[in-house]
């Protein structure tokens, strides 16, 4: 809560006018802008680096298209470690199954 400039009064914090009095709050703007800015910053910080989370999306990622997969790994790996894990776990897991489903299926193919 707040207080009137003028009157004295409770008032929200964010109230543009006191409602005993009228008087417009200067400290209510002033509030909203400093709140705005809060906000803006939280959202985008040039300068602090993204979160290095590793998260399944770019294990996926890597998964699905294993060469994109790999050039980031190179790309991250001192930057973003556990992306970089992340992607080149995908990328690896990727190739690993299409070596043995060709194995594979050369095997069935030579039997038949």
């Known amino acids: 809560m707040a207080y009137c400039k003028n009157c004295g009064s ?3 914090e964010f109230a ?10 200067q400290a209510a703007q002033e509030n909203r802008q400093q709140q705005f800015q809060r906000q ?14 590793g998260g399944f999306g ?3 990622l ?6 994109v997969g790999v ?3 190179f790309v991250w790996q001192s930057e ?8 080149i776990t995908g990328a690896l897991i990727s190739i690993g199954l299409s070596v043995v489903s ?3 299926n050369g095997c069935v193919s030579a039997l038949t």
Do not use: M
């Not at 803006?40 to 989370?53: E, I, L």
């Not at 973003?80 to 992607?87: G, V, W």
């Open 10 to 12: 409770d008032i929200n």
């Open 16 to 25: 543009r006018n006191c409602p005993e009095c009228g008087e417009e709050q």
């Open 40 to 53: 803006q910053h939280t959202n985008y910080n040039p300068g602090q680096p993204s979160p290095d989370t």
């Open 58 to 60: 770019w294990g996926l």
């Open 62 to 67: 890597g998964f699905c298209i294993p060469i």
């Open 71 to 73: 050039v980031l790994y």
């Open 80 to 87: 973003r470690p556990r992306t970089a894990k992340a992607l």
């Open 102 to 104: 060709g194995v594979l």
